[in-house]
């Protein structure tokens, strides 16, 4: 019987949003006060939603053990504290949450075997959250 | 139509172990979860239907009835209980947050007269969830 499981972590990062295509003026009227040249930090919290059939002899989805090292380990080391503008992902990338939350779907996609990846949840504050389900329609 | 969600929590322990693993193996897969005295969580259950909106009384569901049926078929079952030796689901299948949830939705799905089960979620912390929709 299949059953959705979603994990939840968290990280802190810094990021600016900026554009160089764009004029100062337009960074300025787009990103507003994201474009503060110094930047500036969130708590993120990552949700992180797997499926698959729960395994007769070990009552699930996936174990949990496997999920956290990997999350831990392809993720939150490379995101957390780090300033999002420096790191090679978003060299050409502007970090909004938007790209953020599919580049950590893109890493589970690729390297986590042990089941289905559903969709990645990113909240950047109380009152933010991007979700990526590889481009699929989400499930209500 | 239209979805409602009704939410409840209950507390109870539980440990995880298959007779059919060695002692070894039931370490290495369930690792402190499989310490047989157990262990409890205060867990969040999310009860989700689905159904037309009622024109006369404006209701998807009687609140008050699935009320009734969560407590009756789920917390009184499973509140303050140990999983693992208090409920009949449990003496066969490990009481991961997966079969609680699994085990939940059979329990109330029988149940529900106007409104259709939409999904059941699980949570066993905040940072830890479940959701099934079915057997479909």
């Known amino acids: 019987?299949?059953?959705?499981?979603?994990?939840?972590?968290?990280?802190?990062?810094?990021?600016?949003?900026?554009?160089?295509?764009?004029?100062?003026?337009?960074?300025?009227?787009?990103?507003?006060?994201?474009?503060?040249?110094?930047?500036?930090?969130?708590?993120?919290?990552?949700?992180?939603?797997?499926?698959?059939?729960?395994?007769?002899?070990?009552?699930?989805v996936c174990n949990l053990v496997d999920l956290d090292q990997f999350v831990e380990r392809e993720v939150l080391e490379r995101f957390d504290h780090q300033n999002l503008n420096t790191l090679p992902g978003f060299a050409g990338t502007v970090p909004?949450?938007?790209?953020?939350?599919?580049?950590?779907?893109?890493?589970?996609?690729?390297?986590?075997?042990?089941?289905?990846?559903?969709?990645?949840?990113?909240?950047?504050?109380?009152m933010n959250s991007f979700e990526y389900a590889g481009g699929v329609e989400l499930r209500k | 139509?239209?979805?409602?969600?009704?939410?409840?929590?209950?507390?109870?322990?539980?440990?995880?172990?298959?007779?059919?693993?060695?002692?070894?193996?039931?370490?290495?897969?369930?690792?402190?979860?499989?310490?047989?005295?157990g262990h409890g969580h205060n867990y969040a259950l999310e009860v989700t239907v689905k159904g037309e909106v009622d024109q006369r009384s404006g209701f998807?569901?009687?609140?008050?009835?699935?009320?009734?049926?969560?407590?009756?078929?789920?917390?009184?079952?499973?509140?303050?209980?140990?999983?693992?030796?208090?409920?009949p689901e449990f003496s066969r299948q490990i009481p991961t947050t997966e079969n609680i949830a699994i085990a939940i939705w059979h329990r109330l799905e029988p149940k529900l007269r106007t409104a259709k089960l939409h999904r059941v979620r699980v949570y066993e912390t905040p940072d830890l969830f479940v959701d099934f929709y079915g057997e479909a």
């Not at chain 1, 949700?47 to 395994?55: A, K, N, R």
């Not at chain 2, 009687?62 to 693992?84: G, P, S, T, W």
């Open chain 1, 1 to 60: 019987m299949k059953a959705h499981l979603s994990r939840r972590y968290l990280f802190s990062a810094s990021h600016r949003l900026h554009n160089d295509a764009m004029s100062a003026e337009e960074n300025r009227a787009t990103y507003g006060k994201c474009n503060n040249p110094h930047g500036h930090g969130h708590n993120y919290v990552l949700e992180v939603t797997v499926s698959g059939p729960v395994d007769e002899r070990t009552g699930m």
């Open chain 1, 96 to 126: 909004t949450t938007e790209n953020l939350c599919e580049q950590i779907y893109d890493i589970l996609q690729r390297g986590f075997g042990y089941a289905h990846l559903e969709k990645v949840r990113l909240e950047e504050t109380l």
């Open chain 2, 1 to 37: 139509m239209v979805y409602l969600t009704r939410k409840a929590e209950f507390s109870a322990s539980h440990y995880y172990h298959n007779p059919e693993f060695t002692p070894d193996e039931n370490k290495r897969i369930f690792g402190k979860c499989n310490n047989p005295n």
């Open chain 2, 60 to 87: 998807v569901v009687d609140l008050k009835q699935l009320k009734e049926i969560m407590n009756k078929e789920v917390l009184d079952a499973l509140d303050h209980r140990f999983l693992n030796k208090e409920v």
